[in-house]
T-cell receptor, first 113, second 114 residues
Framework: SQTIHQWPATLVQPVGSPLSLECTVEGTSNPNLYWYRQAAGRGLQLLFYSVGIGQISSEVPQNLSASRPQDRQFILSSKKLLLSDSGFYLCAWRIQAINEKLFFGSGTQLSVL | QKEVEQNSGPLSVPEGAIASLNCTYS??????FFWYRQYSGKSPELIMSIYSNGDKEDGRFTAQLNKASQYVSLLIRDSQPSDSATYLCAVNGRIKAAGNKLTFGGGTRVLVKP
């Protein structure tokens, strides 16, 4: 069966520090991968998606970047965090076929102070 | 106009009653529809998917889809306090859209009172 791992669960970082969040999927090949952010009390905002190794699409301009160095690995990064980067970050995966279900990792609660 | 709209709530429901959640979407060619449950501080959990007009039942949950009206709903029968959560509606848009992305509504918060 497929599983998705996301870490760390919580992170407190000072403004201006770098960020690296990692996500890996097991039990499937060539998945679509996604990074979402959820600000407190808000809906899900799609940040990045990837349909293959090295292929990254950005949905919104921001202080963040993403990379997919391996088929089942997705990384979210920042060189210098802003206060506005605080939020709940969710990695998700989906089989590359129409109408397939989207599954989320357990999320990372990021607080930038 | 938002692509996927939900009433933010909170929807207050007595224990044992039926909770009715609604979701409308703007893209007429949307193909698939999903309901997620999200507890506070946790990630969304898929509870229902529906692809064809009509009703689909799974345990205490029933999803209803009306593509002509661009409307999808979720019924929770015999509501329990453990059903208290935010319910997210998600819609898969145009066929072969880049990234095969889902668009999420803002969620409806449900409170089931004992």
């Amino acid at each position: 069966s497929q599983t998705i791992h996301q870490w760390p669960a919580t992170l407190v970082q000072p403004v201006g520090s770098p960020l690296s969040l990692e996500c890996t999927v097991e039990g499937t090949s060539n998945p679509n991968l996604y990074w979402y952010r959820q600000a407190a009390g808000r809906g899900l905002q799609l940040l990045f998606y990837s349909v293959g190794i090295g292929q990254i699409s950005s949905e919104v301009p921001q202080n963040l970047s993403a990379s997919r160095p391996q088929d089942r690995q997705f990384i979210l990064s920042s060189k210098k965090l802003l206060l506005s980067d605080s939020g709940f970050y969710l990695c998700a995966w989906r089989i590359q076929a129409i109408n397939e279900k989207l599954f989320f990792g357990s999320g990372t609660q990021l607080s930038v102070l | 106009q938002k692509e996927v709209e939900q009433n933010s709530g909170p929807l207050s429901v007595p224990e044992g009653a039926i909770a009715s959640l609604n979701c409308t979407y703007s893209d007429r060619v949307s193909q698939s529809f999903f309901w997620y449950r999200q507890y506070s501080g946790k990630s969304p959990e898929l509870i229902m998917s529906i692809y064809s007009n009509g009703d689909k039942e799974d345990g205490r949950f029933t999803a209803q889809l009306n593509k002509a009206s661009q409307y999808v709903s979720l019924l929770i029968r015999d509501s329990q306090p453990s059903d208290s959560a935010t319910y997210l509606c998600a819609v898969n848009g145009r066929i072969k859209a880049a990234g095969n992305k889902l668009t999420f509504g803002g969620g409806t918060r449900v409170l089931v009172k004992p």
